[in-house]
């Protein structure tokens, strides 16, 4: 574990070791468990990987909302930057989505909630996340939900940007921004439809037999979502009406902000 060692934290045990980032169990000096996240070194030479990782961590620097993962401090050791962050005795979403996991059954308007609710504050602090997508977001036994990953967040602009690259999960990536086209917060709009269609169904709303047909599906002007009463014929007609405005293809069609779709799930 190169330059892993930083004062006043132990590693206990490795917790991720794969794409851009390493995350460890820590102890600080007084006993608490936190997480460390290293960008890899390979990243922390390259100009724009390291500018993502400082900058997310500046950012979570100034958010406070028990639906965000909060920064304990952030640095650079021995040429690699770090964070330290809480640690949370939580999978993630999407592993509880692959075990079929009850409490999604029990509690999932809550769950939505929570992450509109974390989506809400985050865009009015002025960011977009980018990145919501079920391996980002940690769900305890309680059913409290936790947003992680800030390192595509941007800063909020009056009007659509241009991003160069979109994350490495296409399937929760807006179509305007698939097909390249300057994207805003409706984005994030799009990306929680899709992580609350899951959440509901089990299932993707474009899934198709190869991941190239479900790309088609997700970018074609008219191709609708597969209702969600079909894979789930229980769930509420008000929630299935706000899942298709969240996962309209045209951004002016969607709710134009979160604070419209906390107040529909105000249900």
Known sequence: MPNRHIPGYTIVRPIFLGGTTDLYVARTAHG????????????????????????????????????????????????TPYMALPYIDAPNLRTRLTQRDPLLTAQPLFLLQQLAAAL???????????????ENILVADDAHATLIDFDSCVKKTANPVGVNAHPGT?????????????????????????VAYEIYTGHKPFDRDTRDATLAAQCHATTQPTAAAEYN???????????????????????????????DLAI
């Open 170 to 194: 296409p399937a929760y990536v807006a179509p305007e921004w698939l097909l390249s086209h300057k994207v805003d917060g409706r984005a994030d709009i799009f990306s929680f439809g899709v």
């Open 32 to 79: 608490p468990r936190v997480v460390l996240r290293f960008l890899k070194e390979v990243y922390a030479r390259q100009r724009t990987a390291r500018k993502r990782f400082l900058q997310s961590a500046a950012i979570l620097k100034k958010l406070d909302h028990p639906n965000l993962i909060s920064l304990i401090e952030s640095g650079v050791h021995k040429g």
């Open 120 to 134: 809400y504050y985050l865009h009015q602090a002025g960011y977009w996340h980018l990145d919501f997508k079920p």
């Open 233 to 263: 014929p229980q769930i509420p007609r008000q929630i299935e009406a706000l899942l298709a405005k969240c996962l309209a293809k045209d951004p002016n069609a969607r709710y134009p902000s979160m604070s419209l779709v906390l107040k």
